[in-house]
């Protein structure tokens, strides 16, 4: 395997073990080697290449597991917690509410598989933090999932018009396995950045480590800078 890229044993060490839940790197089905050539000439409409350096295109999303979280129950709560002028406990049926919005985008998991074309639907991030006012002083977004699980993103990187909570994909309400009933969807970072099975969002001043950046992996996890450990 490249060095550029997550080795098995590499893997083992950061993460005690716990492997199955990033997922097997070889374990999916690549698109073809041609299809990945030509692809690897194209660019996207901001520049950057369209499958990011030591990526390959794959050709469906990965189950990489995780946790799960309960699926669709109707207990389910998004709380909305720290540095906001309103904080707010969303029930299911207040974020349908919101105006949804249908997404394609491309991601990208560190283990160096990509997914081109997911077609997601969801909730702008940004809408749910004009309406619970945000503070000034806010500067990190944090996702807090099912069991435990963390990541964070800055403010900057959450205003973008393609991130969003995610409850629909490829036309589905997403599988449990997936992060029903919602999900983070931050395309352009790496993968872990997408908390499934989010219950709760924090603003704050100061960064949180998420699960895999405390163990090893890279905050900051841009996928054009290769930017997969710390
Ligand atoms: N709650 C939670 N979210 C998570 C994870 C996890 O283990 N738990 N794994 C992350 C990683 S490493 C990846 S690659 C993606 C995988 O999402 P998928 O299983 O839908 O492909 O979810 C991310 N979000
Ligand atoms: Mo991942």
Redesign the pocket.
Known sequence: MENNKLSRREFMALSGGTLV???LPGAFVKLSHAKNAELASELRPDGRLRIPPGQEAVES???????S?PGLDPEWRLQIKGEVKKLTTFAWDDLMQFPQTDLLCD?H???GWTLLDSRWQGIRLRRIMDAVEVKEQAAFVIFE???G?T?SIPVSEARKDNVILAHTFSGKHLHK???APL?GLVPDL?????????KGIKFSAKDELG??ESGGFSNTADPWKEDRYK
């Open positions: 839940q990033i997922g999303i990965q189950k990489m597991g995780g946790m979280g991601v998991c560190v283990t999932a099912h069991a699980y990541t396995s997936h992060g999900r790496y993968f872990y950045k997408s908390a499934k099975w989010i699960y895999w």
